[in-house]
């Protein structure tokens, strides 16, 4: 479910660009609740710009250490790894621990 919901193409395993896509709309839509909550308006563009440089680090760590077959994509068990090993990357974007058994591990159906 996870993977599918990040393989924007439904081709081959997810790119760099659909993740990045992924998070960065996750991530900046929480800063603009945050943002309308706060009504803080100081360092708007500052905010959007590091977390475009915290997303593409993620994603460049994502590549570097999981695209085992080195082909640019994740296949659906590089995706496993990478989320079994960043299960707060997945609490994060869907704001629920209960997406984890009690180990820590992600839960492999959402995959």
């Given amino acids: 479910m996870i993977f599918d ?3 924007l193409d439904g081709f081959d395993g997810i790119s760099p660009e659909e993740l990045s ?3 960065f709309s996750s991530v900046s839509a929480s800063y603009k609740i945050l943002h309308e909550i706060y009504k803080d308006s100081a360092g708007d563009s500052d905010m959007l ?3 475009q440089k915290q997303v593409r680090h ?3 760590q994502a590549f570097e ?3 085992h077959n080195k082909t640019g994509k994740l296949s659906p068990s590089d995706f496993r790894l990478w989320l079994q090993q ?3 990357l997945v609490d994060s974007i869907f704001g ?3 997406f984890r058994h009690h180990s820590g591990q992600v839960h ?3 995959l």
């Fill in 5 to 7: 919901m990040c393989n």
């Fill in 21 to 23: 896509t992924v998070l």
């Fill in 49 to 51: 710009e590091d977390v």
């Fill in 58 to 60: 993620v994603v460049e």
């Fill in 65 to 67: 250490e999981y695209d």
């Fill in 86 to 88: 960043n299960p707060l």
């Fill in 96 to 98: 629920h621990e209960s």
């Fill in 108 to 110: 492999l159906l959402l």
